[in-house]
């Protein structure tokens, strides 16, 4: 085991139901444990967290590559995702969390097109999941996301849920503004892909003459805080706002490497002290 001061010590964990009880050194105790487990001078760490990935997406592996971010989506994974049922995505799901455990994943923040088999999925396998809602144009409204929300943080307790979207540059500007009053409603955060590619930052220039960062924290996107995936093409005034709202920032390095679309600044974000967490994007485009 390994204590706050990365010190390793040999001792012993107590577990009862879902609870530990005592992490320390070892203990006279009676006989009292259904199961004792010796691994042998194995190390026991925290579980890793895939804090970004689309789990269903492992039949998209190595299905396509060398393309940009965009060009990878709209013309070769969406129109292949477009023939997934939910059966297909409840199996491919259950695949993706086998393949988590072997790497030591106990625990994924998934936004994927069907958060019910998801669900259905992980707590069947007993996983942990944090289901985020992955709506844009092409599918969802906010009042499904809104009752998906409520439903997933009351299903089971391995199971919660929330509020998010795709991306700026795949959700319209009105459909963005809805999902800023359920944010306020709830006085919830919100979750998306933001500043992925450079490309995605200067089309939302064109369109509205900020940086995505800077337009969606005008319009009140960010007043509870949230967290973005991949974050690549930030500018000195885009880290300043994602550090005063308290925004997580989720970085994705091998997608980013494989889709081409660049090195997040994360040493800019770890100097104004922001919380950085780490993802796979799924097993499509790592």
Not at 229 to 251: M, P, Q, W, Y
């Amino acid at each position: 085991m390994v204590n706050g001061n990365t010190e390793l010590i040999e001792g012993e964990v107590w577990v009862k139901d879902d609870t530990i009880e005592y992490i320390g050194p070892k203990k006279e105790h009676a006989d009292i444990w259904d199961r004792e487990i010796d691994i042998c001078r194995d190390v026991i760490l925290p579980g890793f967290k895939n804090a970004h990935t689309h789990s269903a997406m492992t039949f998209l592996r190595s299905y396509a590559d060398d393309l940009a971010l965009q060009d990878w989506l709209f013309d070769k994974v969406f129109p292949m995702e477009g023939k997934l049922t939910k059966e297909d995505q409840y199996e491919l799901s259950k695949l993706a969390i086998l393949e988590y455990l072997t790497s030591g994943i106990t625990t994924n923040f998934d936004m994927y097109l069907s958060n019910d088999t998801h669900a259905h999925s992980s707590s069947e396998m007993g996983y942990r999941t944090v289901l985020c809602g992955s709506m844009n144009d092409f599918g969802g409204t906010v009042e499904e996301m809104e009752e998906e929300y409520l439903k997933y943080n009351s299903y089971h307790p391995l199971i919660s849920a929330q509020i998010g979207f795709h991306a700026e540059y795949t959700t319209k500007k009105e459909t963005l503004k809805k999902l800023v009053t359920l944010t306020q409603k709830y006085k919830a955060p919100i979750y998306t892909h933001l500043a992925e590619t450079k490309k995605e930052v200067d089309e939302c220039i064109e369109r509205y003459g900020m940086t995505t960062m800077k337009f969606l924290d005008a319009i009140g996107m960010f007043e509870y805080g949230g967290g973005g995936f991949h974050c690549v093409h930030l500018n000195d005034e885009d880290i300043e706002i994602a550090a005063r709202k308290g925004i997580s920032i989720v970085t994705n390095p091998a997608s980013n490497l494989k889709l081409a679309s660049g090195i997040a600044p994360l040493c800019k974000m770890v100097e104004k002290g922001m919380n950085l967490a780490i993802g796979t994007d799924g097993p499509a485009s790592n």
